[in-house]
């Protein structure tokens, strides 16, 4: 059973191949066509299919188009048409408008031209396949919150063998993830930099607008939370009702505030207890001991953090690509494992008893030979090396900034030691050095520790396990006598978004950590994703691009070195 799952509504398009409900590869267009997300979030453009991202799953999986069972759209227009409500505050032919969403169904529509096997998958059952499945769990709670689906903002479910059942859906405009657009917009970023709020929350005090905060979103224990209206006014620039609660900021380039602090901090304590108060009631309506988590909201490492520690769940999983990125590969395990057994087809794999999805590592390759043919073709000075892991492991440990470029690229916003940029985590310096060299980001953003997973719980309380530890998901206390140790990766409230490295998973980058571990007593490194304000790199000659126009000290390709 060959099943092509398709992200192609909004952003963060992208394309996942499913051969008998085993992810067989996925990556995110934008690491192709080179543009932040892939594409718009417009309303006249969700025709623009992924088809690098398609034809990379095919050609890769050895699968032609017409061998394929099923095409899963993560996107269902009919149920959006059905659940749509006119926006009062929208523009004329725009998102929330009649004529809008005409607009934006019918060019869904129109795509639509694989005759019998093509599947609109709703979004958030997408989203939750994407968690559920690849967990491995036999039964779960699952959580999803986002922006929007079709018209739903979030989603109670659960999962119990291979079905997914749906507990409780919240609509539109109470939208977690469209207030944190709108906040990030609101403190002087881009609406795509809920990260950069979150790092900001650490440095502000939370109590100080806990009362503002809670005249814009109330929740309650029963699952349900609402957002002030006046606030969301979906995809316009008002910020009326913001101004109203907070009043001005001043967002020029004298830089930020502690106001700004403080606002980061209240919305990133109050966005825990609501994560926290979805957790718990579903537990309440579904007792059992895992939880999966997906949506965008799912990327914030402080409330997973505080979901896995505080809630009831004894296990929590979240998946690398829990963004809508994910709903590709969402959308096609959906279909597998619901649909397909509903009609009865034989041989259904169970997604528990087998590792449906063992690793992030599912986008593109490039062999030595590839990149040996390329770097000539280039006239550049490269040498072949035997000692790979420990020639990188000396120059962090030296001080320089090593771009590492190994194997399959990963899947999901994070680099987790094949797309990355490593260095020393025992330099202070070294933060401002990376952001000057190489990444111009703002300063209080935080850098990622990868440490050997043997060494992990020597380093950072981790809490209660989880899979998802691997994957730079929570933000993680350092433990008290490794403060002074790795300043470079502490983040000002003493946490860090650790990624712990394990040895099968990806033998390479544990061999480097291992190396500097050896010189240094330190089974750490710093980790941060190989780009300078664009996507991750993909190809070599990304690689190479983004080497010659910053000024990353070593690159290392494959089994090649070149030094600047
Ligand atoms: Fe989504």
């Known amino acids: 059973m ?25 990556v995110e267009e934008e690491r192709f066509n080179r543009y932040k997300h892939g594409a718009e979030a417009r309303v006249d453009n969700p025709d623009e299919i992924p088809l690098n991202s398609i034809r990379y799953c095919l050609e890769q ?22 659940e749509y409500t006119d926006d009062p505050y929208s523009l004329e032919g725009n ?20 005759s019998d096997c093509f599947h609109w998958i709703p979004h958030h059952l997408a989203h939750a396949a994407s968690t559920y499945y690849p967990s491995s769990f036999e039964k779960a709670a699952i959580l999803v919150v986002d922006g929007i689906g079709e018209y739903s903002t979030t989603l109670l479910a659960y ?30 970023f881009s609406e795509y930099d809920a990260c950069k709020v979150m790092g900001l929350a650490g440095y502000g005090n939370p109590l100080k607008y806990r009362k503002e905060l809670s005249l814009i979103i109330k929740h309650d224990e029963k699952g349900s939370f609402s957002i002030a209206e006046n606030v969301i006014q979906f995809r316009r620039e008002s910020f009326d009702g913001l101004l109203s609660i907070f009043g001005s900021l001043n967002n020029d380039a004298s830089g930020l505030t502690e106001k700004h602090k403080d606002i980061a ?37 402080q409330s997973n953090w505080i979901i896995k520690e ?9 998946p690398t690509a829990a963004h809508d990125a994910g709903t590709s590969m969402g959308a096609a395990l959906y279909h597998y494992y619901n649909a397909n057994s509903a009609n009865g087809a034989a041989n259904i794999t169970s997604h528990a008893s087998s590792k449906i999805m063992p690793h992030p ?8 030979d590839e990149i040996e043919q390329f770097l000539k073709s280039k006239n550049v000075q490269a040498r072949k090396s035997d000692n790979l892991e420990a020639e990188a492991a000396q120059f962090i440990a030296d001080g320089k900034i090593v771009a590492w470029f190994q194997g399959q690229m990963e899947f999901g916003p994070r680099a987790l030691g094949n797309r990355s940029l490593l260095a020393d985590p025992r330099n202070q310096n070294i933060r401002e050095v990376m952001n000057t060299k190489v990444k111009h980001r703002e300063v209080f953003r935080p850098f990622a520790p990868s440490i050997l997973e043997e060494e992990s719980s020597e380093w950072f309380a981790l809490g209660k396990p989880s899979e998802s530890l691997y994957y730079m998901l929570f933000a993680c206390p350092v433990k008290p006598d490794k403060l002074d140790k790795i300043p470079a990766v502490i983040h000002v409230d003493n946490t860090a978004r650790v990624q712990l490295v394990n040895q099968q998973t ?26 300078d304000s664009e996507p991750i790199v993909c190809s070599p000659e990304d690689a190479l691009a983004t080497f010659f126009k910053t000024r990353i000290d070593v690159l290392v390709l494959g089994d090649y070195i070149i030094e600047r």
């Open 2 to 26: 060959k099943i092509l799952g398709v992200n192609c509504v909004y952003h963060e398009t992208s394309a996942a191949l499913i051969i008998d409900g085993k992810v067989v590869n996925a």
């Open 61 to 82: 999986g050895g699968i032609k188009a017409e061998e394929l069972d099923a095409v899963c759209c993560s996107f269902h227009p009919g149920l959006r048409e059905k």
């Open 95 to 114: 998102w929330g408008s009649s004529e809008g969403e005409k607009t934006f169904i019918l060019y869904k529509a129109l795509q639509v031209d694989i």
């Open 159 to 188: 999962g119990k063998g291979s079905k997914i059942k749906t507990l409780k859906k919240l609509y539109f405009s109470d939208s977690l993830g469209f207030l944190w657009e709108k906040m990030s917009k609101f403190l002087g």
């Open 265 to 301: 901090a209240a919305l990133q304590n109050i966005t825990n207890r609501v994560m926290l108060s979805l957790a718990n009631s579903i537990y309440e309506q579904y007792p059992c001991d895992a939880l999966c988590i997906a949506g965008g909201v799912g990327l914030n490492c």
């Open 310 to 318: 505080k809630g009831p769940y004894q296990r929590i999983y979240i």
């Open 361 to 368: 590592y599912l986008g593109p390759a490039f062999s030595d």
């Open 506 to 531: 990806n033998p390479k980058y544990h061999q480097l950590i291992s190396e500097f571990y050896k010189l240094t007593g330190v089974p750490i490194v710093l980790n941060t994703s190989f780009n």
